[in-house]
RNA sequence: GGAUCGGUAGUUCAGCUGGUUAGAAUAUCGCCCUGUCACGGCGGAGGUCGCGGGUUCGAGUCCCGUCCGGUCCGCCA
């Protein structure tokens, strides 16, 4: 070993011991005189002490030693003259014997710092340079961790880790697949797996009961912070169980990290079904930190002869608890955020309660005081709290209310990232109509079983809207942190269900024949769950985007600005792919 | 596919309704400094204002196009 000790160990019990330690210059600091280098590893700092008038040769050499070079000293451990409380190392110096450059380095493009003065852009570019600091290093410490224990959780309750295969078959429901050229059977394509959706089912009927994997998927659509194109999971699939028996276990799983990783009991989860997730929050995955919960107005604001709202399927509105106060500006301000193209709010009506009982609102004109005491009443407003109404369309409109509330939640404080507030989403529609393909799509996707009392209504296509799915949505702080349903384990119904998606029975048992093959064999009730382990990750960090728990993560574009991929390939490869590119 | 914000020194940014030699901080280089840990002091170097075109006596600034990046909508079963 080129060490006898790390960067972050040495404290004042080890004073007078010889060490030898290796590691990056941090940065130094030069007196003259004096010079201290702050050597850098992993594991922390550690200040090295050189003087001039012990030994001015190796004085000299410190002084010339360049930010993130390599170096492995020898000394003595000394307690500091002035001890620095900051670092855990603080107590202590290296008074050092001999110096070795064991490699040199660039002024590197950015600050190797917390607080770095480099872009996103330069600190992917330099992504190894981006991972000496320590932010980014407790990030992907903190996703291993979160690995350890969910292998340490799901290992102890009988799961067993199986991998499945990465090039597999390109199926026409989902996301867009990433392909791969076979060059073995011209003018044939692998795509990679959106999930292993499919090979987790085959395991429950091959009887291994109990399944996990932390896994890649991949998914070519277009990106956001909290989207890579690869991505991972931690997949898992049971055997005869019903849908509380899931709930339990990977709540318990969610429990597990928070309490080994955070230290934190999130006690049991609420259930909340889509229908009043969408009623109350406008969203099926309500950021459930703060109340604000939507109130339907129809009965209380209709008829009054203000036109919006008559002529509007729904009128909703929330109360801001102690907002009264904002200011016209402000005001202005909100309602530009709801009238954003994206969200498409035609405008915003207030009514703020006053401290001193009066009420005021945008609309005056058409609602008196005895009125607006009744808005009041419907909200349960308090003095000093402002009501935000929309009206619309009820889709449209929910939406836009949605982001609103969220963006009060974060104007008013109440988005705490240290705060967690956990929830399951049930009973998702089974499908969902989509207009620009005129036929129905599964929202969940096709393996999931519906409610048995809905079942008959696959024979109806007009009660195919009112088909409950028995699926479900782990959601922490208004992210989709994890789904899963329990699976259709039927031929015969989940060839119906294919048929409802418009297959045709060929097109049915081309593409899923596998599946459908394999529960004439026996197979198990069973169901399972997905969750976004990056997303858990940058949810435990506190952090909005994942990119940080990704050691070399894409860009918007999906692109790999270290490497530059992806990049175009030679023309002989080309060839023997039986490839012709267009571009 | 669409909306929106940005691109100026190695880096992060400022640069007003167009007007003399494009600034600051930080990094970097040199000199000084024996207890710093955001060290300090003095001095220096560092710019094709993303790219192409246009308007103008004059463009970092205005217009058009284009490329790159961020955020969002669509999309993501």
């Known amino acids: 070993m080129l060490r006898s000790h790390t960067c972050g160990e040495l404290r004042l019990t080890d004073a007078g011991k010889s060490v030898t330690l290796s590691g990056w210059v941090q940065i130094s600091r030069d007196f003259g005189g004096l010079t201290f280098v702050d050597l850098r590893d992993r594991y922390g700092i550690t ?6 008038s012990t030994n001015a040769e190796l004085c000299e050499q ?28 603080g107590d202590i110096e290296i008074i050092v014997d001999s110096i070795k450059v064991l490699n040199s380095a660039k002024t590197p493009p950015f600050t190797i710092e917390d607080e770095t003065d480099g872009g996103d852009d330069l600190r992917m570019k330099y992504r190894y340079l981006d991972i000496r600091r320590a932010p980014v290093r407790e990030s992907l410490l903190l996703r291993h961790r979160l690995a350890q224990e969910t292998r340490k959780y799901l290992s102890d309750q009988e799961f067993i880790e199986v991998e499945t295969p990465v090039l597999i078959k390109s199926t026409p429901e989902g996301a867009r697949d990433f392909v791969v050229p076979s060059r073995m059977n011209a003018g044939q394509f692998y795509a990679l797996p959106q999930s292993p959706q499919t090979f987790k089912q085959l395991l429950m009927v091959a009887g291994m009961d109990r399944y996990f994997q932390i896994v890649k998927c991949f998914r070519d659509e277009d990106l956001r912070a909290d989207r890579q194109p690869e991505f991972t999971q931690i997949d898992c699939e049971m055997s005869f169980v019903e849908r509380a028996d899931i709930l339990d276990m990977f709540e318990g799983l969610v429990r597990h990290l928070f309490k080994t990783v955070k230290g934190i009991d999130i006690g049991k989860l609420p259930h909340m079904s889509y229908a009043d997730a969408a009623k109350y929050y406008g969203n099926d995955k309500p950021d459930t930190r703060f109340e604000m919960k939507f109130v339907e107005l129809n009965d209380v604001v209709k008829n009054k002869g203000f036109k919006v709202f008559d002529d509007a399927e729904l009128v909703v509105g929330i109360c801001a608890k102690g907002a009264a106060s904002y200011t016209r500006k402000q005001l202005d301000e909100l309602t530009e955020f709801v009238k954003r193209p994206q969200l498409g709010a035609t405008g915003l009506v207030y009514a703020r309660y006053n401290a001193d009982g009066t009420i005021k609102s945008s609309v005056d004109k058409f609602y008196n005081e005895d009125e607006l005491k009744k808005w009041v009443a419907a909200f349960g407003a308090e003095p000093g709290d402002l009501m935000l109404i929309l009206a619309g369309g009820i889709d449209k409109t929910r939406k836009a209310l949605s982001e609103l509330r969220l963006e009060m939640g974060t104007q008013l404080g109440l988005r705490d990232k240290n705060k967690f507030s956990c929830l399951w989403v049930i009973d998702f529609p089974l499908l969902e109509y989509n207009e620009e393909h005129n036929r129905w799509f599964a929202m969940h996707h096709p393996f999931t079983a519906p409610w048995p009392e809905d079942i008959a209504k696959l024979s109806n296509p007009a009660q195919f809207g009112e088909i409950r799915a028995n699926a479900y949505d782990m959601v922490i702080n208004g992210v989709e942190v994890g789904g899963g349903s329990i699976r259709i384990y039927d031929k015969a119904l989940q060839a ?16 899923f024949g596998f599946l459908m093959n394999a529960f004439e064999f026996g197979a198990p009730p069973h169901g399972g769950i997905a969750f976004g382990f990056d997303r858990l990750c940058s949810l435990f960090g506190g952090a909005e985007s994942i990119r940080d728990f990704i050691a070399f993560p894409k860009n918007n574009s999906g692109r790999d600005v270290m490497i530059d991929s992806p990049s175009v390939i030679d023309d002989k490869q080309l060839k023997e792919l039986n490839i012709k590119t267009t571009v």
């Open 47 to 52: 200040q090295l002490a050189f003087n001039m």
């Open 62 to 89: 410190a002084r010339k030693l360049n930010r993130e070079f390599v170096v492995q000293v020898s000394g003595t451990v000394r307690e500091r003259e002035n001890k620095n409380p900051k670092i855990p190392t």
């Open 496 to 511: 119906k269900m294919f048929e409802t998606l418009g297959f045709t029975a060929e097109e049915a048992q081309a593409q």
